[in-house]
T-cell receptor, first 112, second 115 residues
């Protein structure tokens, strides 16, 4: 089947630390991959995406590379800020499908 | 554009009551969907629609009904509320489900409590 597995949280980092949130996927076809972010009390917002192997999505200092050989799409940021505190969701959708599949979310707290 | 709007923002129901969660989008999106978000379980798909007049079940459809009479609106009906339906509900839309490239746009959510 199709599924997304994210690293368990919560994650707590000091400001300016390096962030990695792991995401791996299983897909029956060729997926597009996404990272969404949810700030407290809000809906999900698209953070970045990649639609084919070796593509790198980037936005607001966050990056993720679509790795087909390891079925992964890990989220990274070189220097986190307090304002990055949120829940991050990895997701996929198939090019031939009509559903989106989300991971369980990883809560990030950045402390000053 | 208002994007995806949801009403109400908060709702408390008694067991057995029915209600409709409203969702509307003004982006002329084909694809609309409803998710519930529960702690430790991420987002689970309830129902989705790939166009007006077309709906289908997601992962957790029991206890919920949907209809799509217009492109803009996709209401979610709780037929007889149960405490297990206490959750945060999100509506989302996407330009097209075809090709799998379209990201989803989410509404702000409805926090539902069933007592």
């Amino acid at each position: 089947g199709n599924s997304v597995t994210q690293m368990e949280g919560p994650v707590t980092l000091s400001e300016e630390a390096f962030l990695t949130i792991n995401c791996t996927y299983t897909a029956t076809g060729y997926p597009s991959l996404f990272w969404y972010v949810q700030y407290p009390g809000e809906g999900l917002q698209l953070l970045l995406k990649a639609t084919k192997a070796d593509d790198k999505g980037s936005n607001k200092g966050f990056e993720a590379t679509y790795r087909k050989e390891t079925t992964s799409f890990h989220l990274e940021k070189g220097s986190v800020q307090v304002s990055d505190s949120a829940v991050y969701f990895c997701a996929l959708t198939l090019n031939t499908g009509n559903q989106f599949y989300f991971g369980t979310g990883t809560s990030l707290t950045v402390i000053p | 554009n208002a994007g995806v709007t949801q009403t109400p923002k908060f709702q408390v129901l008694k067991t057995g009551q029915s209600m409709t969660l409203q969702c509307a989008q003004d982006m002329n999106h084909e694809y609309m969907s409803w998710y519930r978000q529960d702690p430790g379980m991420g987002l689970r798909l309830i129902h989705y629609s790939v166009g007006a007049g077309i709906t289908d079940q997601g992962e957790v459809p029991n206890g919920y009904n949907v209809s799509r009479s217009t492109t803009e609106d996709f209401p979610l009906r709780l037929l007889s509320a149960a405490p297990s339906q206490t959750s945060v509900y999100f509506c989302a839309s996407s330009y097209s489900y075809r090709g799998g490239k379209g990201e989803q746009y989410f509404g702000p959510g409805t926090r539902l409590t069933v007592t």
